[in-house]
């Protein structure tokens, strides 16, 4: 017993069940130390007992660590850590601190502090497949306790959803996958032997195989009754008509009038789309340099038939002037990645080149352009990360907005872009409240707000965001919140794996749509339309130096080139993805909004695992449902009632009803050509032949006001119904 005492060990008390469970409770704190060598744990280094909550703390300095066999300790499918940290360093450090860990780079399951003043549980089954959650810990101080707490539970498919609760601040994410095998040995205070010491005090640690109360109905899904008036009729709100495209240096236009691609950009019915006036690199616009006096030159060709591509589609260019700094106005001395978001060496040089795009749009070409970005993109990221200044984005906003009123008083100027508008804990960021402070206190134009979401763990989430922004802007900013229009300009579900492309990825944007919509969100742009790269998989590079070369090779769609595609785009090279349909379904959608009620509000279920969208023309009503459920796979019968139909129903004999589906057997791709190995038609996939596949076409009798609609939604599905007057 001493000689654990001298070595200031703790405690370790494994506490089980007499009918002795395969996976035991695992504790710690630093009152007993009788039973670490029986629970098979090491220390390893100088650890110190100092005073805790309860009981004496674990205080681990930069060489200590503790081990663990994993066997017995943990369950892969579900489980929790807990502990209370008091960390010997500031959250804004610059270093990574890891708490809990276990695997290695390949695939691990890993509670830590990283390096940009983030609290991250990391589970990842293998490089493609992976989840974290994350809450900003930036203002953490030394010498202060905190609560953490990570968990993982199954979903309706066997993945995983990841909870993260730091004190009074909680996130969720999705799209984990089981750890297997499970690594030997877990570490408390380090990530593996050697990296991130976690230079902290840990007290009442706890690992359990008890997963987290998930904030989902759970229990069997009753059959839903839903009635729709004919009746009450109301605009439909287009928010969804609205995509980014995505280019780069190497492939400025990435394809033409009249092409595949262009052709499935005008059947999803895209109204909008967001481009970007300066980018260099993997986004691009107009070509930015310096004469050898130091004056400005620009080059709008490729950005010109960028324009013209869709404005010939009929979508309405929303530009973003500058995605970051121009590397040719920012002092060549800073370190690389500093200048992006630096402020130009010569402001007047910003504002001609700010004026000349301006200018070149709406006075030379007279092109329909209304929104402009004035801000550069995602500022809080470089902020974040100490590489950046918050007074930079804030004034160049100023002087950009500013210059585009003075050209062209009628456009609409927004901002700010943000990565992260909204806390974990549904905070605003403090760059979203000064940004809107800075704007009061100078009276600057501010027409909409533009903001990202991407990865939220359950499609209501997005209705969250977005009315957290709202209610930011009406306290910040409450002259203009009456007329402020909302830009969800970039958000996508961003899982890396098979679910961004199946019926799990179609259904989750059907229904965060529906909660966007919910939410009076303005514009909601899908990132992205395409991919900015050719249709080719990840190059192959050939023997380095001299003469070397780079092999682009032939495009296959698998599990590992989805895993490649950054920006989730609806198209991957000639593969129309299955979320892709859900564009074309809520293009089909008529002019009119008819009420629903259902045991929701405004369409949506309580549950939050499915919803209705009901809209009307002359002669046919269009419906939208959406079933959605993390935690049962079961589907779920659906009975529609259709009153107060208006007279050509009444008159009619009977009529057809059509059903056109995506799922796991319908509109599809990855089940035919990953699952099934479809004929991929020499790489021809589905570009040019995949269609909205019809589930069911029947005729129902008419001649009523009210009519009867019955139907099963599979879990993970969305179902286009139209209902038609011969």
Not at 12 to 30: K, Q, R, Y
């Amino acid at each position: 017993m001493r000689r654990f005492a001298d070595l200031h060990v703790l405690w370790l008390a494994l506490a089980c069940f007499w009918s002795m469970p395969a996976v035991a409770e695992l504790t710690f704190h630093g009152d007993d130390l009788t039973m670490i060598e029986a629970a098979g744990g090491k220390v390893v280094g100088r650890v110190e007992l100092v005073p805790g909550r309860r009981h004496q703390a674990l205080r681990l300095g930069l060489n200590a660590h503790l081990t663990f066999p994993t066997a017995g300790h943990l369950d892969a499918g579900k489980g929790s850590v807990s502990f209370r940290v008091r960390p010997l360093w500031d959250g804004d450090d610059g270093r990574d601190h890891a708490f809990f860990h276990l695997g290695d780079g390949q695939a691990h399951l890993t509670v830590f502090k990283t390096a940009a003043g983030a609290l991250r549980l990391v589970y990842k089954a293998s490089p493609a497949e992976y989840a974290a959650a994350n809450v900003n810990v930036a203002s953490w101080k030394a010498g202060e306790w905190h609560e953490i707490v990570g968990g993982w539970a199954s979903d309706y498919a066997g993945n995983l959803i990841l909870v993260l609760r730091v004190d009074d601040e909680q996130t969720m994410t999705g799209g984990a996958r089981r750890l297997d095998p499970v690594p030997e040995v877990l570490y408390v205070g380090r990530r593996g032997p050697k990296a991130q010491p976690a230079e902290a005090a840990i007290d009442e640690f706890r690992l359990t195989a008890t997963p987290p109360e998930l904030p989902y109905a759970s229990g069997p899904k009753k059959p839903v009754t839903a009635t729709v008036d004919a009746g009450a009729r109301k605009p439909f709100p287009r928010v969804h008509d609205f995509t980014t495209i995505w280019n780069s240096r190497d492939n400025p236009v990435p394809f033409a009038v009249g092409d595949p691609e262009y052709r499935r950009f005008v059947e999803a019915g895209f109204k909008m789309v967001r481009l970007v006036a300066f980018s260099e690199g993997w986004l691009w616009g107009v070509r930015v340099e310096r004469d050898e006096e130091g004056g400005l030159v620009t080059d709008f060709g490729d950005f010109d038939r960028l324009v013209d591509v869709f404005l010939a589609a009929g979508a309405e260019p929303y530009v973003r002037l500058a995605y970051h700094t121009p590397s040719a106005l920012v002092d060549p001395s800073l370190p690389r990645g500093e200048r992006g978001y630096a402020l130009p060496q010569d402001l007047d040089l910003w504002d001609e080149l700010m004026e000349r795009i301006v200018r070149h749009v709406r006075v030379e070409r007279k092109l329909p352009v209304r929104y402009w970005v004035a801000a550069l993109n995602e500022g809080d990221i470089p902020v974040r990360r100490g590489l950046a200044e918050p007074e930079t984005v804030y004034r160049l906003y100023e002087r950009t907005a500013r210059l585009v009123k003075r050209i062209d008083p009628e456009a609409k100027v927004g901002g700010p872009a943000l990565a992260w508008s909204i806390e974990p804990d549904g905070r605003p960021a403090e760059m979203l409240r000064d940004f809107l402070g800075y704007c009061r206190e100078r009276d600057l134009p501010l027409d909409f707000l533009c903001f990202h979401g991407y990865r939220k763990a359950h499609p209501r989430d997005y209705e969250a965001l977005i009315a957290a922004v709202r209610r930011t802007v009406e306290k910040e900013l409450p002259a203009r919140a009456e007329g402020m229009e909302y830009f969800l300009d970039e958000w996508n579900l961003w899982n890396r794996d098979r679910t961004q492309d199946n019926e799990y990825g179609a259904s989750y944007l059907a229904a965060s749509l529906h909660y966007q919509r919910r939410a009076g969100l303005t514009k909601s742009s899908i990132v992205s339309f395409n991919h900015f790269r050719p249709a080719t998989s990840s190059p192959r590079i050939g023997r380095a130096g001299k003469g070397a070369t780079q092999e682009l090779l032939p495009f296959v769609y698998d599990d590992k080139t989805i895993g490649l595609y950054t920006g989730l785009p609806l198209i991957k090279g000639p593969v129309v993805t299955a979320p892709y349909f859900v564009w074309v379904m809520h293009d089909r959608l008529a002019d009119e909004q008819l009420r629903v009620d259902l045991p929701g509000r405004e369409g949506i279920l309580d549950d939050d695992s499915g919803g209705l969208v009901a809209t009307a023309g002359d002669r046919k009503i269009v419906l939208l449902a959406w079933h959605f459920d993390l935690l049962r796979g079961t589907p779920r019968p659906w009975t529609i009632e259709l009153e107060n139909l208006p007279a050509p129903f009444r008159q009619a004999d009977e009529l057809r009803v059509t059903e056109y589906g995506i799922d796991h057997d319908h509109t599809n791709p990855y089940t035919d050509y990953v699952l099934e190995a479809k004929d991929p038609q020499g790489g021809a996939y589905n570009l040019e032949s995949g269609r909205l596949e019809q589930v069911e076409s029947r005729t129902i009798p008419a001649g009523e006001a009210t009519v009867t609609l019955r139907t099963e939604l599979p879990n993970m599905s969305v179902r286009l119904i139209e209902v038609a007057v011969p």
